[in-house]
């Protein structure tokens, strides 16, 4: 095993943090990451409780922290007398801090999962005073554990799902396997190669040692071993997606910072004390700090006799059920949908059988209902906080806030209400404010708020984004000592809240605050407006979707059509090919919710890089190099003919463009022009412009030649770059060289509407350097006609458009043609970026 293990023993740390704080610094001084990457463990333990067992905890940092961690490692701090991790009473002996550049430390992770397993050695390395027995038993081989758990066996019923993890099978979606297997009576087991654990079991299932792209097995017995099957299925896949977008969220970030933030840069104001916690809602706003959480309600445990407080605990439920069905029909007559939908999951938590069972056991025991409900109330929520995983974790406050309406109404007490006495420009602060608290919030009188606890999913956070108020999360338990009244600056973007600032800090910020107030209102005033520059040239933006149900947040937003709906989604979240039918009404919908306007659609755009069990395609050594997109699509006429009966079916319902992903050649194109041919005479169906995909160089070099052939091009300017520059965008250590602002890829790009235009097509851009500030400036410079985009960068880029003259951008594309890297490309564009953020500035 070559990843490096580094040792400290002995340790004595007071609590969790300074454990945390240990390990971490032990990576940092053996050069394994950059020492901000010890906040970034701490932080998750502010939404996470890392916790594994038998006296293991396994502290990592955040997956928007990655490029942090400058090579793979691990430290393990050996705390003898043990640590209390979190809320409860649980000892952590052995810290095991994760620096994971890859998946590399899967191994590891799978190895200490089983060494937990043997008691008596996990004693021996808690009380050794040799590193090296530390060292061994986490990086000898597999075959080297003499403690093994009985052999399981796969069941009869079973399906296969591939891991599409960055990181391979880590703790938090480990955590939350698991809690979908246990809602089902059925036993569910999970194989990975030739192992088989229990799939409600979470240490069973990080012992499985799983990376990215594994195949999984999934094999379940009992009355509901079907429906197991299928929820566990389910939420591997959706939690596969989910980390696909946090890793492009954290990628996505310093771009943004780009953008609207960008007015913020490294300002550093300076404070009697900053507190960091997690962005959970943008703004910048200057406020008086003020405590808004109440006293705790007092319960005294009086018992009269079992009917009567049975009756009691009835009336009080029957109570705030009431008052949140009414909470809830106000939030939407007002529009408010979000809080209508959270105090609708209240009641829903309100009515848990297992809550309510415990409640009259109290009762039954002797207990006043107060107390009873209390007292179980309080073992759920601790319960909850103590998932690993960060969005279950977040919840519990919506379990404490449903759960205290009850006990009000239980000892006749008011719903709780905001003070009438607090300032015009409170910053609230609280342990985890509560959805009905927020709910309550006047904007008019509040600035924003930050929070001990909570997480950026949490309804708490919702609710502050649906309110337009930043919002600062997960900031630590210090923040509660923080003193009422005292004036404070809330970072909303960065996730920072700075007490007591400097009289320059005050004055930096107000200046921030206009610069901000101006760009948002510039671009909200304007977001339907064409991005025309300054010098009359228009381009078109559309966005990024691929559901019907996100359509109207994009045209809202200010997109003028959609430019890539991927059409891989319908065959990703089921387990079987998707028939014409289903495809033909998910596509109808896009076009009739578009309203005419326009609708490019990729077809399938899939290979052995997404393994799908039930597409039954070969595993392949190098499957970017593979049989995937358009070549798949030529191999399997099962799969492209009744998509492109669908597709032409759909297009009877208004205007819509088929897109061919993964071209290379000119032969793929006649031969998909071929089939689509023969499916349009066989349904007298109308034409359709025929584009492809823009991704390898081939393609590039010849799209003078391919542009005789197709109506337009759009630029994928991911695939384009990995490509280009021979780099998969995945690598743990050449990941960051995959830049699409690259010079090569810029002169690819600049090629392909060279070629384009000697036809008079029209080229697209929609991979991720269209909605980049500066990538969008050098590829309108460059001549691209459409950019297609994420949703929220759809303001932004317009705005940064109508700012500029084409002239301006097509010297500054030009100039970068004329560069040697990437970084230089970046350097150009400071000129433009400083005319962007200067008031009123024009080109």
Not at 414 to 424: K, S
Not at 537 to 566: C, F, K, P, S, Y
Not at 811 to 833: F, K, N, P, W, Y
Request: proline share 5%.
């Amino acid at each position: 095993m070559s990843i490096p293990v580094e040792v400290r023993l002995g340790a004595a740390p007071h609590n969790r943090e300074d454990a945390v704080r240990a390990a971490g610094a032990v990576l940092a001084q053996a050069g394994h990451v950059h020492p901000a990457y010890v906040d970034s463990l701490l932080q998750r333990e502010k939404v996470a409780n890392t916790f594994l067992g038998q006296g293991v905890a396994i502290p990592h940092g955040m997956i928007e922290d990655k490029h942090l961690v400058q090579r793979t490692g691990l430290a393990v701090l050996q705390v003898p007398a043990g640590v209390r991790w979190g809320d409860d009473a649980k000892q952590a002996r052995l810290v095991v801090a994760i620096a994971a550049a890859s998946d590399e430390h899967i191994a590891v992770l799978r190895r200490l999962t089983r060494l937990m397993r043997d008691e008596a050695l996990m004693r021996r390395l808690v009380e050794t005073s040799d590193p090296q027995d530390i060292v061994r038993a986490l990086t000898a081989e597999d075959e080297a554990v003499a403690t093994a758990a009985p052999a399981l066996e796969d069941f009869p019923l079973g399906r296969e799902v591939a891991l599409n993890y960055p990181n391979g099978l880590h703790a938090r979606p480990a955590g939350q396997w698991a809690q979908t297997a246990q809602r089902f009576a059925a036993r569910v087991h999970v194989r990975c190669g030739s192992t088989v654990v229990d799939g409600k079991n979470v240490a069973a299932l990080l012992s499985l040692g799983a990376g990215r792209g594994a195949t999984l097995r999934l094999s379940a017995q009992g009355p509901d071993a079907e429906e197991a099957l299928r929820a566990l299925r389910a939420v591997i896949v959706r939690l596969g997606d989910e980390e696909a977008r946090q890793a492009q969220l954290a990628a996505s970030r310093q771009s943004q910072a780009q953008g609207l933030g960008s007015a913020l840069g490294d300002w550093q104001p300076t404070a009697r004390q900053t507190f960091t916690g997690i962005a959970a809602s943008p703004g910048l706003v200057i406020g008086t700090l003020v405590q808004a959480e109440g006293a705790a309600l007092e319960v005294e445990d009086r018992f009269r006799s079992a009917p009567l407080e049975a009756e009691a605990l009835e009336r009080a439920l029957q109570a705030a059920l009431a008052e949140l069905e009414a909470l809830s029909a106000q939030a939407r007559a007002a529009g408010r949908t979000e809080q209508a939908g959270i105090f609708h999951a209240h009641a829903g938590l309100l009515r848990d059988a297992a809550l309510l069972q415990a409640v009259s056991r109290g009762i039954v025991q002797g207990h006043g209902a107060a107390w009873a409900w209390r007292h179980a109330l309080g073992e759920r929520v601790a319960a909850q906080r103590a998932l690993p995983d960060a969005t279950l974790a977040a919840r519990a406050a919506d379990l404490q806030d449903a759960g205290e309406r009850v006990l009000r109404q239980l000892l006749g007490l008011p719903a709780a209400t905001l003070e009438a006495a607090w300032p015009a420009d409170a910053i609230l602060l609280a342990d985890d404010l509560s959805p009905s608290v927020t709910a309550q919030i006047d904007p008019s009188r509040v600035r924003g708020f930050c929070t001990a606890r909570g997480g950026p999913t949490a309804h708490t956070a919702i609710l502050a984004r649906a309110l337009g108020l930043p919002a600062v999360v997960a900031s630590g338990p210090d923040l509660l000592a923080a003193e009422a009244g005292t004036p404070a600056i809330l970072d909303g973007y960065r996730g920072r809240l700075y007490v007591a600032p400097s009289a320059t800090a005050l004055i930096e910020a107000r200046d921030k605050i206009a610069l901000l107030a101006r760009r948002q209102a510039e671009e909200a005033r304007t977001r339907l407006l064409p991005a025309t520059t300054t010098d009359g040239h228009t381009v078109e933006i559309a966005a990024n979707v691929n559901r019907a149900d996100q359509v109207e947040r994009a045209l809202e937003a200010g997109a003028e059509g959609v430019g890539l709906m991927r059409t891989e989604f319908l065959f990703l979240e089921r387990d079987t090919v998707p028939d014409e039918e289903a495809q033909y009404q998910a596509l109808r919908a896009m076009v009739e919710a578009l309203g005419g306007r326009p609708l490019v659609v990729r077809t399938l755009d899939i290979g052995g890089d997404k393994q799908v069990p039930h597409l039954q395609l070969p595993v392949e050594d190098n499957p970017f190099l593979g049989v995937r997109g358009a070549r798949l699509a030529l191999r399997r006429d099962d799969l492209l003919m009744p998509q492109l009966r669908a597709l032409y079916r759909a297009a009877r319902h208004g205007p819509l463009q088929v897109m061919f992903p993964m071209i290379s050649t000119v032969e793929e194109v006649h031969a998909l022009r071929q089939r689509m041919a023969q499916v349009r005479e066989e349904l007298d169906a109308p034409e359709v412009a025929v584009g492809i995909m823009i991704e390898v160089p081939s393609a590039a070099l010849l799209a003078d030649r391919l542009a005789a052939h197709v109506d337009f091009f759009s630029i994928g300017t991911n695939d384009l770059t990995q490509y280009a520059l021979a780099v998969d965008r995945q690598h743990p250590e050449l990941a960051g060289m995959a830049d699409s602002l690259h010079p090569a890829v810029l002169r690819l790009v600049e090629r392909t509407v060279a070629g384009a235009r000697r036809h008079g097509r029209w080229v697209g851009v929609c991979g991720g350097l269209a909605g980049e500030p500066l990538g969008a400036a050098l590829l309108v410079g460059l001549g691209v006609h459409e950019l297609s985009m994420s949703v929220g960068d759809l303001g932004p880029i317009k705005a940064l458009l109508r700012r500029h003259s084409l002239a301006e951008l097509q010297a500054l594309a030009q100039r970068a043609l004329d560069v040697d890297s990437a970084d230089e490309v970046r350097a150009l564009g400071t000129a433009l970026r400083g005319e962007d953020t200067a008031e009123g500035a024009q080109p």
